[in-house]
């Protein structure tokens, strides 16, 4: 799809496009894989500006909610980051609207993520929920549960 407000475009992509963007974002430039990557079932998205350049990345994968354990299809968020220079503009959004479709079109009923706190606000942007109170991910940070249901 394409997003004339940012217009940045965002498809489905092998998992070597999002590793650069999600390393500098969220592991300081380090490793940046994440179990499961390469499950068929995980989708990997990114969102690339006019010229092509990657501006946005997130995965979503099939995975049991800690939350809702009675959730029929739950699926999780992880990995998402938007380069610096593109935030507030919508990259983030796209991304998240894009994947949201994308997992309801495969049946699932629910998406849950483990968000840093400082990104919670964005999530509930999103539709998302806080459903647990703070906890810490070593070498991270303060994160907070939370999670959407999707139309069937
Ligand atoms: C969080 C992040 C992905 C948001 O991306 P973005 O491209 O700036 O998001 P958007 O521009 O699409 O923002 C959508 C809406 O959320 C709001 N928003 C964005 N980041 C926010 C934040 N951290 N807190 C509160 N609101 C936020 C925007 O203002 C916008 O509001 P609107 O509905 O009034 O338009 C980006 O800031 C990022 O990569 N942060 C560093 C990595 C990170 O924390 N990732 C999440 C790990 S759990």
Same mark, same amino acid.
């Given at each position: ?12 992509? &092998?998992?070597? +496009?999002? *590793?650069?963007? !999600?390393? =500098?974002?969220? #592991?300081?430039? %380090? ?8 499950? &068929?079932a995980? +989708?990997? *998205?990114?969102? !690339?500006? =006019?010229?092509? #350049?990657?501006? %946005?990345v997130v995965?979503?994968?099939p995975?049991p909610? &800690?939350?809702?354990p009675d959730?029929?299809a739950?699926w ?38 483990d ?12 539709g ?16 907070v549960?939370?999670v ?5």
């Amino acid at each position: 799809m394409t997003d004339r407000a940012s217009a940045v475009s965002v498809a489905e992509v &092998p998992l070597d +496009v999002v *590793l650069p963007l !999600r390393s =500098a974002v969220l #592991r300081g430039g %380090g490793p940046a894989g994440m179990p499961g990557d390469d499950d &068929p079932a995980t +989708v990997h *998205l990114a969102a !690339r500006d =006019a010229g092509g #350049r990657v501006v %946005g990345v997130v995965r979503y994968s099939p995975a049991p909610c &800690p939350w809702r354990p009675d959730a029929r299809a739950p699926w999780q968020l992880r990995g998402m980051a938007t380069t610096p220079g593109v935030r507030g503009l919508g990259v983030g959004r796209v991304l998240v609207a894009e994947g949201l479709a994308r997992v309801a079109a495969r049946g699932g009923d629910l998406v849950w993520c483990d968000a840093r706190t400082t990104a919670a606000g964005f999530y509930e942007r999103m539709g998302f929920t806080v459903v647990t109170g703070e906890y810490d991910k070593p070498g991270v940070g303060p994160h907070v549960g939370m999670v959407v249901a999707l139309e069937p």
